[in-house]
């Protein structure tokens, strides 16, 4: 394996590279990068973290490269940014001393489960005595007999006000030293630019050419992007579905479970096989991809987030499946505990791509006329 | 046994097999580069030139087969065979649907690269991506390739080819096959070939692309009374960096400052008008010009005004305060370099300096006047850059008729040997080079020859 550089080599690296690119400019419809690349000729550390954070990690570039290795210029541009974004995030995280987290990401992981499952277990039994642990519920409010409904709203709503005040902070520092001011951020334009480009997955399906981007090796497909819209839309689904679930529960007094043909239960189980497929396509395409152009110290972080949000799911789908029987309050407290991690690293885990990433691409809209 | 054996990985070979196996062909590809290596020249090429008479997705307006002919004719000075010159222009809009059909994509022109938009489809990605969607797309045709595979000579026996000798990783073997398509590329990375036929110093030379175009195929072929084209002497070389790669340097290399400064070389003299022309109309002489000069080396001479005048460059210039500084650091004798420029400054005539035309910025009354873009080099910093002559191909070549057969010396047409790329360029490009036209040979031949061989 080759040796792994620190932040300040790899920033140099970048830097030789994207000279090296902005005199070839081959790559210039592969991805928003390249473009933006001819807009500078010195690169300071910032851009390239904007650079970082834009590139969609397709690897088309370093396949197409002819300076990749064995070249002596050696070309990795993949690997370089993907290793410049993943300390970006470090740097960008609120608060700051929680940044070191992204490189253990897989430790991180299984701890907060543990922690998490063992919690909210905890709470179970000393809600519950044994025989109760074991029984079958049925009929409305089953599930609080295991969680009480204010114990579990309570929570939920202080990690995600966390997870709120975490991703602001985070990405108002990305913003700022990116160069630009937090009162261009009310162009609507740049928005309305952004969020088609996300919504759309424009880039993994090729851009305006529209083929598709190279993955697992220098073959051009849509894979990627159709299990990458599974997992995002399978997951906007089971939000929709708590929302839902919310309204129902404070909005009308109708408490769950729900009917299986009810607004929660169709999105949640809709979005939670959507999530299943997308994160199993993933994580397939992850294994089997070409492992030169990848950043390996970083994969496990890529791996712990999807095998949450595939548990978080899974876990809920058998719930689902297993909710009028005597494993219920098991399984609820095991989807709960993973919820609950899944919630807590947030803003520690491969999720934050979407943040920045998002970012970048407000600030792309921003340049790409000119 | 296959039905046929493609000689080369680059862009000709792999059109050639494609086609030949879309025919319902068996196909062996014999590379001779590492699969890390592979694509040869066609790796390092960024478009080629599509006749069109409308606009495309990445072409502008219109450019008709005349024009695309006519300009063939101006750089080759009429030197080309006009009925393969007129299949290739003519199939040029058909084999870039081809291509595209194939899952090989164009993107608009690059940046930087406008003048071209109109004559030439940019491959999406550049020639490694084109290179690399030609490897796949014969892979799902079933088609066997080979690397580490250098086919060192062709057995030609009555005007047939009975087999081939390979040097494979376990040691020479023979292929046979019922034709052969040769796609290996001019001889441009054999050094002792270039000394032989451009003379001493050839040794100084930068090979822009591959490493693996020894022309072993072309040297077997010639030693065996095919029909060669071109002239062994013939090439295309530019000016390129000095300090660019000795082989594989491609695009990068390249140094569009010599209009807006002067050129030295090492004994501090000047010795061509820097501003005859738009670079990219001169860029090619360059490489002839430095080649002629002591060591074959020249050094760009720029000053502040002009550094942000043209494409960044991969090399990091030298840079001084004082010309004598840079003297130094450029390793010219200091007095003479002086002298140069500062008889060149008091010969500069002022004018309006506009980079976009043919200005009047000029020099007067010296040996070697500059006629455009001449303004004085008096702003510090100073930059210079070291330049040699890059080699991007050779023009020797095997003599091909309209289905790509290749001839035998006495006139008669191989029965199963055909070839296409680089290695048959020199039918059509007698001299000068037009750019993009490389690919679309091996391109709208290789398709031909694939073709031809399948039915042999
Ligand atoms: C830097 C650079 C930029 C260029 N840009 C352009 C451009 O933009 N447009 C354009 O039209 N042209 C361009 N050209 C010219 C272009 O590269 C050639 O015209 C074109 O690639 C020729 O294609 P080919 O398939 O014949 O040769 P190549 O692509 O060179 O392929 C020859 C292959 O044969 C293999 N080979 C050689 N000998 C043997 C052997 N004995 N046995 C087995 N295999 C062998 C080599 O390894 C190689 O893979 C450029 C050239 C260079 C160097
Ligand atoms: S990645 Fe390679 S091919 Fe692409 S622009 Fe950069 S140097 Fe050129
Ligand atoms: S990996 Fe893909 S997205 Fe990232 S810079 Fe390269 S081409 Fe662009």
């Known amino acids: 394996m080759s040796k792994i550089l620190s932040l300040k080599e790899n920033m140099q690296v970048a830097r030789r590279a994207m000279e090296i690119c902005n005199a070839c400019r081959y790559c210039e419809s592969l991805c928003p990068v390249f473009p933006e690349i001819t807009r500078f000729r010195t690169f300071s550390d910032h851009d390239l ?49 929680f940044g070191k987290l992204f490189f253990k990401n897989g430790t991180l992981v299984s701890i907060i489960i543990a922690i998490s499952l063992a919690l909210v277990f905890i709470a179970g039994s000393l809600l519950n005595n044994a025989d109760s642990f074991f029984s079958a519920y049925s009929g409305i ?94 997951f906007a689904m089971t939000i929709i579905s708590t929302t839902i679930a919310a309204v129902y529960h404070y909005g009308f007094g109708w408490h769950a479970p729900y009917d299986m043909a009810s607004l929660p239960v169709i999105f949640g189980t809709i979005g939670g096989i959507m999530i299943v497929i997308g994160t199993i396509g993933l994580s397939v395409i992850k294994v089997k991809m070409d492992p030169v152009p990848v950043a390996q110290q970083f994969l496990g972080m890529e791996y712990s987030f999807i095998a949450l949000l595939f548990l978080v799911s899974f876990s809920g789908l058998a719930l689902l499946f297993f909710r009028e029987g005597i494993y219920m309050p098991l399984l609820l407290c095991i989807h709960l505990g993973f919820v609950l991690a899944f919630f807590l690293v947030l803003p520690y885990s491969k999720f934050v791509h979407a943040l920045y990433r998002f970012g970048a691409l407000l600030k792309y809209a921003k340049y790409k006329e000119h | 046994m296959y039905d046929v054996i493609v000689i080369g990985g680059g862009n000709a070979a792999l059109c050639a097999a494609i086609s030949a196996a879309e025919e319902g062909a068996s196909v062996l590809v014999l590379e001779s580069s590492p699969k890390l290596w592979r694509g040869g020249n066609s790796q390092h090429t960024r478009n080629m030139r ?16 005349e024009e695309f002919y006519e300009d063939l004719l101006k750089v080759t000075k009429g030197e080309t065979n006009e009925e393969l010159a007129k299949i ?124 693996f175009n020894e022309g072993k195929v072309l ?56 501003g005859e022309d738009f670079w990219p109309k001169r860029y090619a002489i360059w490489g002839r010009l430095v080649a002629s000069q002591p ?59 506009n980079p976009d035309t043919l200005d009047n910025c000029c020099t007067k009354g010296l040996e070697v006047n500059k006629t455009h873009w001449a303004r004085k080099i008096d702003t510090p910093p100073f930059y210079g850059y070291t330049l040699r002559p890059g080699i991007t191909f050779t023009y020797l070549g095997v003599k091909i008729d309209k289905d790509a057969r290749v001839y035998m010396d006495n006139g008669n047409p191989t029965k199963n040997l055909f070839a296409t790329g680089e290695i048959v360029a020199g039918n059509i490009l007698g001299q000068g080079y037009l750019a993009g036209t490389g690919m679309t040979i091996g391109a709208v031949f290789g398709r031909i020859a694939g073709k031809g061989a399948a039915h042999v």
């Not at chain 1, 969020?195 to 424009?202: A, E, N, Y």
């Not at chain 2, 599509?50 to 990445?58: D, F, K, N, Q």
């Not at chain 2, 088609?143 to 376990?170: A, C, D, F, G, K």
Request: hydrophobic share 35%; proline share 3%.
């Open chain 1, 141 to 234: 409010g089953s599930f609080y007999h295991v969680i009480p409904i204010k114990l579990m709203s309570g929570i939920s709503m202080l990690v995600c006000a966390y997870v709120a005040v975490a991703f602001f902070m985070g990405f108002k520092q990305f913003w700022l030293e990116s160069g630009e001011k937090m009162s261009d951020l009310a162009n609507v334009a740049l928005w309305k630019s952004a969020l088609s480009d996300m919504l759309s997955l424009r880039h993994l399906g090729g851009g305006d050419e529209g083929h598709g981007c190279t993955h697992m090796d220098d073959r051009y497909s849509q894979t990627r992007k159709w299990f990458h819209h599974a997992t995002f839309y399978g």
């Open chain 2, 50 to 65: 599509v006749a069109h008479a409308a606009p495309t997705r990445c072409l502008t307006e219109c450019y008709s087969v």
């Open chain 2, 295 to 353: 060591d074959q080396v020249g050094n760009v001479i720029i000053d502040s005004k002009s550094f942000n005048l043209f494409m960044p460059s991969v090399f990091e210039p030298c840079k001084a305060e004082t010309l004598e500084e840079l003297a130094e650091l450029l390793d010219i004798p200091k007095d003479e370099f002086v002298e140069t420029i500062h008889s060149y400054n008091a010969h500069v005539e002022e004018g309006t300096f």
């Open chain 2, 88 to 211: 290739a222009i003519g199939q040029s809009e058909e084999m870039y649907h081809w291509l595209e059909e194939r899952g090989m994509f164009f993107q608009k022109s690059i940046s930087g690269t406008l003048s071209l938009s109109r004559t030439n489809a940019f491959f999406y990605g550049g020639g490694k991506t084109l290179v690399n969607c030609e490897f796949q797309k014969a892979k799902d045709l079933g088609i066997t390739i080979l690397y580490n595979h250098e086919v060192e000579w062709l057995n030609i026996q009555n005007e047939r080819v009975e087999s081939l000798v390979v040097n494979t990783p376990t040691g020479k073997k023979e292929f046979k096959a019922k034709a052969i398509i040769a796609a290996s590329g001019g001889f441009e990375s054999n050094r002792e070939w270039l000394r032989e036929a451009w003379g001493e110093h050839a040794k100084n030379f930068l090979i822009r692309g591959t490493r």
């Open chain 1, 49 to 97: 973290n904007y650079f970082a954070n834009l590139c969609h990690n397709c690897k088309g570039c370093f396949h197409g490269c002819q300076y990749a290795p064995p070249h002596e210029f050696d070309l990795n541009i993949p690997k370089t940014l993907a290793e410049i974004r993943v300390e970006s995030y470090s740097q960008y995280a609120y608060p700051k001393a």
């Open chain 2, 219 to 274: 040297k077997s072929m010639l030693n065996q009374n095919v029909q060669a084209v071109g002239k062994p002497e013939q090439g295309h070389a530019v000016a390129v960096d000095g300090r660019a790669p000795l082989y594989d340097g491609g695009i990068v290399t390249r140094l569009d400052c010599v209009p807006f400064g002067i050129v030295v070389n090492k004994n501090g003299k000047r010795f061509y008008n820097e």
